[in-house]
């Protein structure tokens, strides 16, 4: 129980630095850092074998991948 606190706050983490490089960098000049935070996001979700709904969260609250 301990490692899926951890790995949610990872997460969390992931998710706040998505949201963060859009503010300092734009939409269009972070389109890159987020395909790779995502990509990172989806692995960790995957992986740990956390619902996948999880995923939907970053696509949500980021929003703006092309």
């Known amino acids: 129980m301990q490692t899926e606190i951890l790995i ?3 997460l ?3 998710l ?3 949201i963060e490089k859009v503010c300092v960098l734009g ?4 389109q ?4 790779r935070l995502r990509e990172v996001y989806d692995d960790l ?3 740990w ?3 996948e709904g999880v995923i939907d969260e970053f696509d ?3 929003g703006i991948l092309k």
């Open 60 to 62: 949500e609250k980021v």
């Open 45 to 47: 979700v995957l992986f």
């Open 16 to 18: 706040a630095t998505a």
């Open 49 to 51: 074998g956390l619902e």
């Open 12 to 14: 969390r983490g992931l």
């Open 32 to 35: 890159e850092d987020l395909k």
């Open 8 to 10: 949610r706050e990872t």
């Open 27 to 30: 939409e269009e000049d972070a």
